[in-house]
């Protein structure tokens, strides 16, 4: 009874120790080994049980199970064999227990090492951080106070830009200023100059013209005279008739009517020019008052009407006067006839320098003045010439002080910059230059009748 005990109790312990080690190699053949047990515990019971009641069929069955179980595990046991053997020793564990502690030890020391290491190198990066935190904000104060000068900078730059403009303006205000008094200076000279030739000139002239009416008369009552002498002396003296002979008494009576003619008309002519220098000089209408535009330009044109006769190779310049209807216009009379003065001298330098260059003989000369009184009540004064034109790069910049389009020497460039400050700084009005129609360049000048705006 004690041998079956012990086969069935072995079989739960063998399960009891796999359980409790999981991980113990070959466990299933623990499991085929306890099977074996229970057989045989078993077979000794079922031994026990056929000494009272015998029945060799299942006695065989066992010893055949039994045999099949053990040849089985002998089979595993023969294949495991190799396995088993190649298990280490105790002392091959030991060893590699040891080994395993020395490793682990070698592992400690290394881990200690490398958190020495990592402490060290955390206090270096602390180290570091600090220093790039220190240089960073070093750098961002540094970027700051460059960004602030750098504005600085710009709003130095553009204040010095400013200043730069500013200057330029003055300076140009300047030159232009400096160009007005010298036009100014130069016109009041040749005003004055003018007026006082006029004055010398009008008192001789005025002598002259009062008593040729009277030289005139004289002479006429002396031919009478002779020829009353004639019809009651027929038969004057050998003396009386040689004389007459050598005068050429009939040649006088005929030419000294014409002579006296003559000089009224050359009289005249000077009264004429005497008076055209006195109405451009104007020196005595310094306010603006209301004049005769068409009379100022007339003074204009008998002033230089020597550069506008035939002269040696130079052809004579036509000027054709289409003149409207104007009223008196409100304006400072000596400065506007400056501007006509300007205006009609470029035209004849421009006419010249195509005679010059390309003058085309059965073309003429012609300078085309014209007058129209505007619904607006504005006054239009247009100047134009058949000569060589203006370039039309050169168009918008010819009232600029001191540019010129002629040569080096022959112009200041301040004319009709002055002709424009006059017409539009002084007047209100307006100053342009425009192609004229075919050839040639025009002027056009528009001014108002009234510069308070009152209606005409």
Known sequence: MLIVIAYYLLPPVLVYALYKGRDVPFHWMFLVFGVLLSFCGTAYVIQTWQIWYPDSWISALLRIVTIVAGMAIAFMVLALLPVALALPSPARLEAAKLALENEICERQRAEQALSELASHL??????????????????????????????????????????????????????????????????????????????????????????????????????????????????????IQNYINKIELDFIREDLANIVSSMRVGAERIRQIVLSMRNFSRLDEAEMKFVNIHEGIDSTLLILNHRLKAVGNHAAIQVIKEYGTLPAVECYAGPMNQVFMNILSNAIDALRELEATSYDINNTLTIRIQTEFLADHSAIIRIADNGIGVAENSRYKLFDPFFTTKPVGKGTGLGLSVCYQIVVDKHGGQLRCVPASGQGAEFVIEIPIRQSGAAV
């Open 122 to 239: 955390e206090h270096i990066v602390e180290q570091r951080t600090t220093e790039l935190s220190n240089v960073n904000y070093a750098l961002k104060r540094e970027i700051g106070d460059r960004l602030f000068a750098e504005k600085s900078l710009r709003q130095s730059e553009a204040q010095l830009r400013i200043e730069h403009q500013q200057l330029q303006q003055a300076l140009r205000a300047l030159q232009s200023t400096q160009s007005q008094l010298i036009q100014a200076e130069k016109m009041s000279s040749l005003g004055q100059m003018v007026a006082g030739i006029a004055h010398e000139v009008n008192n001789p002239i005025s002598f002259i013209f009062s008593n040729l009416q009277y030289a005139e008369q004289y002479t006429r009552d002396l031919l009478q005279l002779i020829k009353l002498y004639q019809q009651e002396y027929p038969q004057p003296g050998v003396k």
